[in-house]
Each structure stands twice: as structure tokens, then as C-alpha cells.
């Protein structure tokens, strides 16, 4: 565990990247930044030249794998770092120069502790890909299948393993500040950026993900999920079906390959939906590079590392809110929100739904051309702090999911609306689930699951309570047990007279002494 001088040096040493990039002047400037971290701030800036308009981005860039991760999780958190710099850091890119082919493949053959020619026929050295944590090569199997190998970057666990246990260290001490710090809970939010990087840098994981996916996804047609190689994954290395198709933020090659821009756009949406509302668990880096289009218009999505997961009440509560949202239904908006214990009790539901209100019927007024379910999101989280609301930083994620799917379909399909596509989706799963239809279901499969239960429980009743009836005797005791068990029962009864005669004796003590007015 690293000492506190070594945590800050490395926070000094990061923060003067930042100022190098224009990047500390915000937390400078917001009131809500406690006095320590301003001080720090300044001691970091000190003798460098900030440029007048921040590079979030940049910074995180240079400081390195781990932080460039952590930006991409903070692009999630407007409410954090504030919106100019969320902005910024979505257009952070997660691209590095490749590591030598010799290391990838001293660390391929050592993960397998074989030769890699008996893994695959062909193996390009050259990669098509290569990002902080891992790059990917094109190879093809002993068997003859194309396929893509991801290979985690050599020491890369070690560098993040020491950088987090930083953003640990200053995200207690930021907390530990009270007011804004705490509402926001950076704690959590380093929490989770922890247990991301952990999956995606234990490949085995990655590969779960994806086949969970592929599972929940099962009978969407038109969306895919590659298949895992599990004889050639291991938490170092993996490797998974290659995608032959176009990129779909290519538009044109689309149009040029005759793909219906329109359908790929709604069926996008769908699919995200789908993920998010009725699995639970969605592909949380939906963007431009992670998705293809195949010659036959099937969408093919890989890198499965970031993945979202939000449990069935969560999506209720989603689901019901961007359904009230969309027809005015504040009222009910804001109960959802003092229900799932979101809002302080001691705010008033009434006022909840009046800001509410201000951020949705804006929206309402406008065109449904112009209807954004982002915007929306982004609208409704504003409000939080005025409200108390802790963050939550798995719909934060969502949200930041969601956003990125809608600039996509956008893309293919300027007109789109995301609420025209996803209202009857949304519509028809809050009835599935929340309807009559559902709570009968319910009532049913929990009758049904007691009932079965029941032969169990009579099994139970006559193995304590036999046949012969009344309660099982004990076995008879051998002759020497039986006198020391009349012994005891004969001084036991003893014990309890003497108890009795001590009791009724002070008592009349008590009465006499009473009667002779000693005791008043």
C-alpha cells in the first residue's frame, strides 16, 4: 500500500499536466470545490502557462492508460466536472502507439505456455487496433477460422493497480470534505471505474460479458454478437469470431453497400432497449468503432469490456420515467423518484414535480422532430442538486449510453426520434411487467411456488411427529443413567422447595418489619 507523500507527489505530478492543458482553472473557479483542493490546484499550476481554452482530453492523454480510462468514466459525470468538461472528454479517444510484436508474443505463448503456431495457422503482427489496456491482431485458427485476438498490453495490470489505489486515496479525502464532495460520491464513482477496469483487464471476463449478451439477445434479429473462442482466451489473451463489415459511423459506404440508413437506425435503438430495459445489462461502449453493419444488414457489435447492469426495480423506475416524462405526468415522475428513495423524504413531492415540469415541458412544446430522450436525461439530472438526490452512477452510465446510441442513429437517420422508436417498446414492457396482466402473473407463480412447497413441509411435520402420534420419545435410559436422572430430578425438586420456603420466608419478613413500622 502506497504512503500518502507518494499519493500526493503523484497528484501534484498529474495536476501539473492538467494545468499544462488549461484543465485546473474549472475546479479553481466552481464554489463548490472544497479550499484544500483549490490549494493543491495552485501549488500544481504554479510557473506553468495555462492555454485560454481547456483540453480535458489532452491531459488525461498524456497522463497515461489509467487516466485516459478514468476520463471516459467521468465524461459520464457532468454533475461532477461539469459540462464544458464532460463534453471535452467524449471526444476522448482511446488510441496509443502498439506495443512491439516480440513482447505480445512472448506474453501470448507464455498465457498458453505453448508455442503460438500451435494456436493459430496465421497471426499478424501488425495490429488493427491499439488502445490502453490491450491491441487486437487479425490470425487466423489451426482450423481455419478468421478471427481477432485481443491481448492486454504487457504490465498494464500493475500501472492501473497503482494509479487506482490514488484515485482511491483522494477520492476518501475529497469525500471526507462533506457538502458537494459528498453528495456526489466520488467514492462510488472510483468504485465503480475499479470494478470496469477490472473486467476488462481479465480478458475471461470480457469474454462472459459477451456471452451473457449474446444469451439475452437471443431471437433479436438483425443484431449480433460474435462468438467466443474459449480454447484460446484466457485472462491475458482473447480471442473471438472476426466481423467482415463496415463501420457504421461509414455512412456513405452504407448507402454505396444499398443498406436501408432508416431501419438500421430504429433497429439500432431497439436493440439498446432491449439491453437496457428488459435484460438489465447492456453494452455500455456503444460507439461509432465498436459497431459494423455485415453485407447482409446485420449489426455486429464488439468490445465488451465497459458493460451497464441495472436490476429490475431500476428499470421500472426508468422506464415509467421516461414514460412520464413524454406525456406530462410529473406528478407520478416525481412519486418514482420519492419511492426509489432518490429524493430526500423531507423534500416535497409537489415541488419535485414542479422542477420537473420546468425541465420537460420545454421539450413538450417543441416538434417531435426535436424530442431528445438525452436531453431529456441531461435535464433531469441537473436538477439533483437542489434536491439533495445522491447520484447514481449506474444510470449516469445508462444515460451516457443511451446519448451515445441516439448520436449514432441520429447519424444514419437525421429525422430519427428516439422516443417515436422506443415509446412503443417502453409502453409495451411497463404493461408486461406493471400491468394487471403481470400482477396476476406474479400472484400466480407465487401461489404456485407455495403450493409446491407444501409436500416438503408435510414430509417435515411426520418426520418430527410419527404415525403413533404425539411428539418422538426419547430412547430408554440404561439402569445407571436412570438412577442419576432420579438423583437429579429428586434434588432439583429440593432446590425449588427451598427457593419457595426463602421466598414466602422474606416476604413475611417484609410484612412484619412493615407492620412494625420499620419500613415505611
Do not use: C
Request: proline share 6%; hydrophobic share 45%.
Amino acid at each position: 500500500m502506497a504512503k500518502p507523500a507518494t499519493h500526493i507527489w503523484r497528484l501534484l505530478k498529474w495536476g501539473r499536466t492538467l494545468a499544462r492543458h488549461g484543465a485546473l482553472r474549472g475546479i479553481e473557479n466552481d464554489p463548490n470545490t472544497p479550499v484544500p483542493v483549490k490549494r493543491l490546484a495552485r501549488i500544481a499550476r504554479f510557473g506553468t502557462v495555462q492555454p485560454r481554452d481547456p483540453d480535458y482530453a489532452g491531459a488525461f492523454r498524456d497522463i497515461g492508460p489509467a487516466a485516459i480510462k478514468l476520463g471516459q468514466t467521468l465524461a459520464t459525470r457532468p454533475d461532477l466536472v461539469g459540462e464544458e468538461a464532460a463534453r471535452n472528454l467524449l471526444t476522448l479517444q482511446d488510441d496509443l502507439p502498439p506495443v512491439d510484436f516480440a513482447l505480445i508474443k512472448q506474453s501470448v505463448e507464455s498465457s498458453f505456455e505453448q508455442p503460438i503456431e500451435n494456436l493459430w495457422s496465421h497471426f499478424d503482427p501488425v495490429p488493427i487496433g491499439a488502445a490502453s489496456i490491450a491491441q487486437v491482431h487479425r490470425a487466423v485458427t489451426t482450423e481455419g477460422r478468421q478471427v481477432a485476438v485481443k491481448v492486454l498490453r504487457p504490465g498494464v495490470r500493475e500501472r492501473f493497480a497503482k494509479d487506482i489505489q490514488t484515485y482511491e486515496w483522494a477520492a476518501a479525502h475529497l469525500e471526507s470534505f462533506g457538502g458537494e464532495a459528498a453528495r456526489l460520491r466520488p467514492r462510488l464513482t472510483i468504485a465503480n471505474f475499479k470494478r470496469w477496469t477490472n473486467s476488462e483487464l481479465d480478458l475471461r471476463r470480457e469474454a462472459a460479458s459477451a456471452s451473457e449478451l449474446a444469451e439475452h439477445m437471443v431471437g433479436t434479429s438483425g443484431y449480433e454478437i460474435p462468438e467466443i473462442d474459449w480454447d484460446r482466451t484466457n485472462g491475458r489473451v482473447m480471442t473471438i469470431d472476426w466481423i467482415e463489415g463496415i463501420k457504421i459511423s461509414d455512412t456513405e459506404a452504407l448507402r454505396a453497400a444499398g443498406h436501408d440508413m432508416d431501419e438500421l437506425a430504429g433497429r439500432l435503438v431497439l436493440a439498446f432497449l432491449k439491453q437496457a430495459i428488459a435484460a438489465g445489462f447492456f453494452h455500455a461502449d456503444m460507439h461509432q468503432g465498436n459497431l459494423f453493419v455485415k453485407p447482409d444488414g446485420t449489426i455486429a457489435a464488439i468490445d465488451f469490456g465497459i458493460m451497464g447492469r441495472i436490476d429490475r426495480r431500476a428499470r421500472m423506475w426508468l422506464a415509467e420515467i421516461l414514460y412520464g416524462l413524454t406525456t406530462g405526468n410529473y406528478r407520478r415522475v416525481a412519486e418514482i423518484h420519492f419511492e426509489a428513495q432518490y429524493v430526500p423524504s423531507h423534500h416535497d413531492v409537489n415541488d419535485f414535480a414542479t422542477a420537473l415540469r420546468a425541465v420537460g415541458e420545454p421539450m413538450r412544446g417543441k416538434p417531435v422532430s426535436e424530442l431528445s430522450v438525452g436531453q431529456m436525461l441531461d435535464g433531469l439530472f441537473a436538477i439533483t442538486r437542489d434536491f439533495d438526490m445522491q447520484t447514481q452512477p449506474h444510470l449516469l452510465l445508462l444515460q451516457k449510453t443511451m446519448v451515445m446510441v441516439e448520436g449514432i442513429a441520429t447519424q444514419l437517420n437525421p429525422k430519427i426520434n428516439m422516443w417515436d422508436v422506443s415509446a412503443p417498446y417502453v409502453r409495451s414492457w411497463i404493461r408486461d411487467e406493471l400491468g394487471p396482466e403481470a400482477a396476476l402473473a406474479d400472484r400466480i407463480r407465487e401461489d404456485t411456488e407455495t403450493l409446491l412447497r407444501i409436500p416438503e413441509l408435510v414430509r417435515r411435520i411426520e418426520e418430527s411427529y410419527p404415525s403413533k402420534g404425539g411428539a418422538p420419545e426419547p430412547p430408554p435410559l440404561p439402569e445407571v443413567e436412570l438412577m442419576w436422572e432420579r438423583r437429579r430430578r429428586k434434588e432439583a425438586g429440593r432446590s425449588w422447595v427451598g427457593y419457595a420456603v426463602a421466598a414466602i420466608g422474606g416476604g413475611a419478613a417484609v410484612w412484619l418489619a412493615m407492620a412494625q413500622g420499620w419500613i415505611v
